[in-house]
């Protein structure tokens, strides 16, 4: 049978009605200094226990009825010397029925407590005004002597709360609570209860758990912010959007993308990176100030969350200054030029466009896809519909690499009629995707989807190949002076690669390159492209020709056409669009084009009326649904072709 006296543990029972040490064993009698439990059992210890500490242990004894254990450090002094023991309190009948204080005991000195969980409990004693009572002394050595109301010590907003806790069916408080102690703020386990013994009076804990409070805090940073920018991560904007959306606040979401991130992260190193995009969150605490919360969510991705309130009246406004704020230059370090970065945004809120947050954040997410579609530098509302156009742009990504590799694509071709005698001068070579599960998928769609998946490179050198070796066929038919024109991606052209997949398919085919137009867009071809210029200078002197693709729908100016190597101008549809409206534009156009020495090849043209019209004014070549409809090609093409003749647009 164990035998309790042998112990190494302290262990007495305390009789808290009477400030007496009923029994203890032999540990305790040294813990107390003790010559015998006699000696120890006639003390008196009511002088030394204020009345703060009293009430605290009698209210123990109703958790002691229900069976309840409570753990705290305690302080002891025995004969004045004071002691930190770390006590388990629990519950013992004595032989007359009261119930008692079982206490077991350890005790660990004072320096060694900075280490452990907490620290010593500190008690008080204050009235219904809040006004101190009583205290033991471990208060007086956290907070000082200057404490007299629990205002002093605690905020407005909890004693409010106190207040509301205690008059409830709980009669009960309990929070971690950070408080201005005699050396400086500490984290701090709150507990109130009402007394047992005088009415309107309360027994407030206090116990020290700075060290443990900080180690969880910072858990609880590292858990919800992102540790290169310090803003919030993924599971931190979730947590502000949950919390907005409880209180059913309307909130509006930036979703941020860095366009051109990725060439400055390779190019010049991950700390230039993790430098930019440290730099760029310090701009959106700038631009949100106070009133938002600012997460990054992927490796170049941010997303601001502000309330409706803080921008009902400038929506519009803060959304552009947002862009213009994180576009521009940025300098990295003396030894590195500065870099120049643009956003593009997309804006989506709640609740108009989502009550689902998830979904909420995949609507922005999708604004943002349309606002590097739409040229990058901007922002776009979501709009209904977006997401499932993002979504439809995911399922296409995922499925052009199979699509290659089961040769699922085929050619078609757009010819472009010279009308003096109706002859095709030029086929544009044209990618179809017929076996899709995902519908018709136009080739801008899927040109668009292969450049932001990456696998333009791949699908370009397919097609190059594939139109060249069908090309053969083409002039057979209708003669040498027909041309091929491709479309030519800038990200293929910055890949490194366009140069050698041209080169291939050409030399396959049996081609030269004065074979083949190269349609390029504005921002390609411009002069100042210097991520560009030097790639077109080599297919210059290799003697390709070039095709200005959609002209007047992009960033050059009608000034810009002497100095841009192109032998072909091709105006937008838009122009013949509203060629009804007046012929004046596209005449400008033509006339400055042919000036230049160029041929201008007018898209889009539909109708007999617009067919004439333009040739009126000069304008034969000209391509469109019109010159490819079934009916005008059996009057235009003598023999029918195995080719497949298609409009797109």
Known sequence: MLDIDQLQTPIWIYDIDNYRIHWANESALTLW?????????????????????????????????????????????????????????????????????LVEGLHVERAEIAALVSGTIMICLFNEQFELLSANPSFRQQFGTDIHNLADLIPVDELVKIDRQLAGKDKFYEQDICLQCADGNRWHSVEVRLSETTAGDFVVSFQDIHERK????????????DVLTGVFNRKGLFQRMKLLHEKQTPFSIYYIDLDGFKPINDGFGHAVGDSLLCQVASRLRRCTGDDGDISRIGGDEFVVILPEACVDDYFDVFATALVQSLSGQYKISDDIPPVVLSVSVGVASYPRDDDDLELLLADADAAMYMAKGSGRRCWIQYRKGMREQLLRRTQISQRIGAALLN?????????????????VVIVEALVRWPGSELAEVSPDELIDVAEHCGLIGELSSWIFYQACQEFRAIRQRFGDQVLLSLNVSGLHIQQGRLISDLEYAINSAGLLPQDLVLELTERVIMPDSKEYSSTIDQLIGY???????????GFSSLAYLNSIPAKWVKLDREFVSRLDKGVETVTCIHKLVDALGMNLIVEGVETRWQVEKLKEHQIFYQQGYYHFSPANLRNLLCDQSELKWVNVG
């Open 33 to 101: 200094h003790a010559s015998s439990l006699e000696e120890l059992t006639a003390r008196d210890f009511q002088e030394g226990t204020s009345d703060a500490v009293q009430h605290t242990l009698l209210n123990y004894l109703d958790d002691f009825a229900l069976g309840k254990r409570i753990c705290h450090w305690w302080q002891l002094s025995p004969k004045g010397k004071a002691k930190d023991v770390y006590c388990q309190f629990s519950g013992v009948y004595l032989d007359d029925g009261r119930l008692a204080m």
């Open 214 to 225: 900080s180690r969880e805090l910072e858990l609880q940073q590292m858990a919800t912010h």
């Open 407 to 423: 040769d699922e694509f085929e050619m078609c071709y757009q010819p472009v009629f010279d009308m003096h005698d109706s002859r």
């Open 543 to 553: 003697g390709f020709s070039f095709a200005i693709d959609d002209f007047g729908t």
